[in-house]
């Protein structure tokens, strides 16, 4: 186990990071919303990449992007060269995302990787957060 959170706790996210520890290959919450069997408010959506808001949004604007197509990259640390171009694709979605939500003075990309990276969903994906002043150091 990890050691708590400062404060003495562990956060929700933590929690289900530490339980979702792992890829069986199953299909995650996230190929349900690529099949759009779930539900989600999608706010761009090109032939590789989806762009959509988190339910459970950290600041003003929070955003996930991730690869339709899993192909072994559930998280950056499983990345193989075979995954250049579609990572690369990624941070520029990031980019055009950013633009059209109107984060010109500024926003955060995250990639959350393994349990101590506090990883929820094994399907790639970054975070863009923006609309309000991060902080530094990060959790």
């Known amino acids: 186990g990890s050691p708590p959170a400062p404060g003495g ?21 996230f190929d349900k919303i690529i099949s759009k069997e779930i539900p989600a ?20 604007t929070h955003i996930l992007v991730i690869p339709k197509v899993r192909d072994g990259l559930t998280g950056l640390s499983k990345a193989e060269p075979r ?22 003075d500024g926003f955060r990309v995250v990639i959350n990787d393994g349990p101590a990276g506090a990883q929820s969903v094994y399907h790639l994906h970054l975070h863009i957060m923006g609309g309000r002043q991060m902080q530094w150091p990060p959790g």
């Open 41 to 60: 408010d999608i706010v761009y959506e090109d032939d590789s990449a989806l762009a959509f808001r988190d339910i459970s949004p950290q600041a003003p």
């Open 9 to 29: 706790f562990m956060s929700d996210e933590v929690a289900k990071a530490q339980a979702a520890a792992g890829d069986g290959g199953e299909p995650t919450i």
């Open 83 to 104: 995954h250049e171009q579609v990572l690369g694709h990624l941070m520029r979605v990031c980019a055009v995302v950013a633009k059209s939500e109107a984060l010109g």
